[in-house]
């Protein structure tokens, strides 16, 4: 919800606003011990699954600056604020070019993580401007990927539930019954996979992909909302983020041609700065359990009902874990 209709470019004008957000912000300020000084103006603020998010602007010597807080779970802000503190200590910030939000306060009392509000336009955005800036950006979302899994800022191990995947199965079985078979089909082959030893793990982002990566001209590109930064397989990234790069190119165009060339980009930049080639067996084991777990969130989680989605992403995600396509 926007509070300051005045202030230009809000982080958070749709959504539910927060009923307690006056009593967030003062608390927040008597934490942080600013006893009335550097007044903040509260710009934007909102509900998302459970998580409350603010955009305030503060005054500072320097001129105004806009901070983002976010409320959550406990361990989900902590592993945020210290991946933020350690990948910045790590060089992730200015003036090198890939870079990670400024961190200002943690406050674990309520999950709490007060973070700069990063310049530069959100990722996705470009991508589907045309196939040259999009080919672009996405070198650029992989270029970060690479500083990530070469950097030696180490986070927790983690495994795989393959329950999960079953359970997706079974209860998208139920709300889109004529998907059963294919749904059987793919499951059956994601659990085979599953079965494989799991290859080296590196720092790794658990939520990468374009809508949390902002691009600011040739200066920065920063990567926002590490709240699951741990230790996993690189292609657990790349095969999120070339999902759900080809998932929000269907919501926007309808189709996932209109991210093929990006995707593509993605790939052949991140082998040729890591200097070797992914592993599309494993990248692709991701790439389908993502299909999944988004459709699994739209038709049972949300109720959207919508169907439609269904038939292209659960080919995209056999196309994935049977041929070992990553574009589909």
């Known amino acids: 919800m926007l509070f300051d209709i005045t202030a230009p470019d809000p982080s958070f004008v749709e959504g539910r606003p927060p009923k307690d957000i006056k009593e967030i912000i003062e608390w927040a300020r008597d934490q ?17 699954l459970g998580r409350t998010l603010f955009e305030i602007e503060e005054d500072t010597p320097e001129g105004p600056q806009r901070l983002i807080g976010k409320l959550g779970r406990e361990e989900r802000a902590e592993v945020l604020h210290s991946a933020l503190v350690r990948l910045r200590e790590a060089g992730f910030k200015p003036p090198e070019r890939m870079t990670v939000p400024k961190p200002f306060a943690y406050l674990p009392e309520r999950g709490l993580v007060l973070q700069e509000k990063v310049p ?30 070469s950097s030696d800022v180490q986070g927790n191990p983690t495994s795989i539930d393959g329950s999960a995947v079953s359970q997706w ?5 139920e709300a889109h019954p ?3 078979p294919l749904l059987a089909k793919i499951t059956a082959a994601i659990g085979n996979e599953l079965e494989q030893p799991m290859g080296e793990t590196v720092p790794s982002h658990g939520d990468y992909h374009p809508m949390n990566i902002f691009v600011a001209g040739s200066n920065r590109v920063t990567a926002i909302d590490l709240d699951k930064f741990a230790n996993r397989e690189p292609e657990s990234d790349i095969g999120w983020f070339l999902m759900q790069t080809a998932a929000f190119g269907f919501f926007s165009t309808g189709n996932f041609e209109s991210t093929r060339e990006p995707r593509r980009a993605f790939v052949r930049c991140y082998e040729a700065e890591m200097g070797r080639e992914i592993n599309v067996r494993r990248a692709a084991l991701y790439m389908a359990m993502a299909f999944l777990k988004n459709l699994h969130f739209e038709l049972v ?24 396509d990553l574009h589909p």
């Open 178 to 180: 004529p998907a059963s």
């Open 32 to 48: 942080i011990g600013l006893d009335g000084d550097r007044p903040w103006q509260l710009i934007s603020a909102r509900v998302k």
């Open 169 to 173: 199965g079974v209860e998208l079985s």
């Open 120 to 149: 530069g336009t959100q990722a996705m955005n470009l991508i589907l401007q045309s196939r040259g800036r999009g080919c672009f950006t996405a070198g650029d979302c992989a270029r970060w990927l690479c500083a990530l899994h």
């Open 301 to 324: 989680l949300l109720h959207t009902d919508q169907t439609q989605y269904a038939d292209p992403w659960l080919k995209a995600a056999e196309s994935a874990i049977i041929e070992g």
